[in-house]
Structures are given as C-alpha cells and as structure tokens.
C-alpha cells in the first residue's frame, strides 16, 4: 500500500521539474492538478510565470490537461485561458478523471505523467494507474478545509515512508 502514496519525483515548486527527464523516460502528457499546483487555491488569476513556463512545455511538445476535484466553471477557465484539455469533478483519486485525461491526449499510461501537491489525491490516483507521479510543495497555505484536515495525514504519511526508507 505504501508504494501508492510514493511519488516518482518531489519538487519544490513547477520550475524544479526537469523537463529533459521525462521526455527521456518517454513522458509526452502531463496531467496537471488545479489548485495551488498552478494556481492558488479559490483563485481565478495564474501567474505569468506558470502561465509561460506551461506554454513552453507545450512548445517543447507536451501535450498537457488539468484534472480538478473543482466543478466546471472555473477549471474551464484556466484551461480555456491555457488553450489546453480538462477534466473537472475528478473525484481523484478515482481512475476515471485520469482516464479520460490520457484519452484526451490520445497517450497511452506509460507517456503520460501526474503533477499534483496532494499525494491522496493527485499521487495515489497517478500511481494506482501507473503514471510517472510528480510532487509538488503546495503554491499557498490557503486550502479548503478538508484538504487542511489531509494535510496532517500527509505528514505523518511522509514520516512513515522516510522511516521505511521509501523516501529521501
């Protein structure tokens, strides 16, 4: 069960990812969680930063999605805004917004890989479907509060895995 919760890859933040590595690994899609893994949490603006470092994973060849737990609207938004795919009420971890992700891409699972800052959510949806999983630190300390609630579980989770020496 631990492996589910163990991302591929931790990062800090978007610009620690290293591109050349996953097109190496064979990764041509990423999927990419909403809130506060490109945009704060319950906020309609992205930086221009992500925005531009998103447009040139695009140029790069990437073939990207978001795949949001939020409903339609807002995430149709941001997608629209990035000229990309999306799937909104995910329930992740569920396969099925991953799937119809990869679908949308026309990937198959071993292309494709997962960004997201909840390893609940976005790592064990990821890794139960055997995509290439990527962590990311949370952009905001603003969240819902249940994902406030998941995120004391997520420490003591990431205590376990270091201890089982599952993580650096």
Same mark, same amino acid.
């Given at each position: 069960?631990?492996?589910?919760?163990?991302?591929?890859?931790?990062?800090?933040?978007?610009y620690d990812?290293?591109?050349?590595?996953?097109?190496?690994?064979?990764?041509?899609?990423?999927?990419?969680?909403?809130?506060?893994?490109?945009?704060?949490?319950?906020?309609?603006?992205?930086?221009?930063?992500?925005?531009?470092?998103?447009?040139?994973?695009?140029?790069?060849?990437?073939?990207?999605?978001? $795949?949001?737990?939020?409903?339609?609207?807002?995430v149709e938004?941001?997608?629209?805004?990035?000229?990309?795919?999306? $799937?909104?009420?995910?329930?992740?971890?569920?396969?099925?917004?991953?799937?119809?992700?990869?679908?949308?891409?026309?990937?198959?699972?071993?292309?494709?890989? $997962?960004?997201?800052?909840?390893?609940f959510t976005?790592?064990?949806?990821?890794?139960?479907?055997?995509?290439?999983?990527?962590?990311?630190?949370?952009?905001?300390?603003?969240?819902?509060?249940?994902?406030?609630?998941?995120?004391?579980?997520?420490?003591?989770?990431?205590?376990?895995?270091?201890?089982?020496?599952?993580?650096?």
């Amino acid at each position: 069960m631990y492996h589910l919760l163990c991302p591929n890859r931790m990062v800090n933040s978007l610009y620690d990812i290293e591109v050349y590595a996953l097109q190496h690994l064979g990764i041509r899609g990423i999927i990419f969680d909403l809130d506060n893994t490109i945009v704060p949490w319950d906020q309609q603006e992205m930086s221009p930063e992500i925005i531009q470092w998103l447009q040139a994973l695009v140029c790069q060849g990437f073939q990207l999605c978001l $795949v949001s737990n939020n409903m339609g609207n807002r995430v149709e938004g941001i997608a629209a805004l990035l000229g990309i795919p999306f $799937v909104s009420k995910a329930y992740k971890p569920t396969n099925a917004g991953f799937l119809q992700a990869i679908k949308r891409m026309e990937l198959n699972r071993k292309e494709v890989a $997962v960004v997201g800052d909840q390893l609940f959510t976005d790592i064990l949806g990821g890794n139960r479907l055997g995509l290439y999983t990527i962590w990311v630190k949370p952009l905001s300390k603003q969240e819902f509060i249940g994902t406030k609630i998941t995120r004391q579980l997520e420490k003591l989770t990431l205590r376990v895995l270091r201890r089982k020496g599952l993580l650096k």
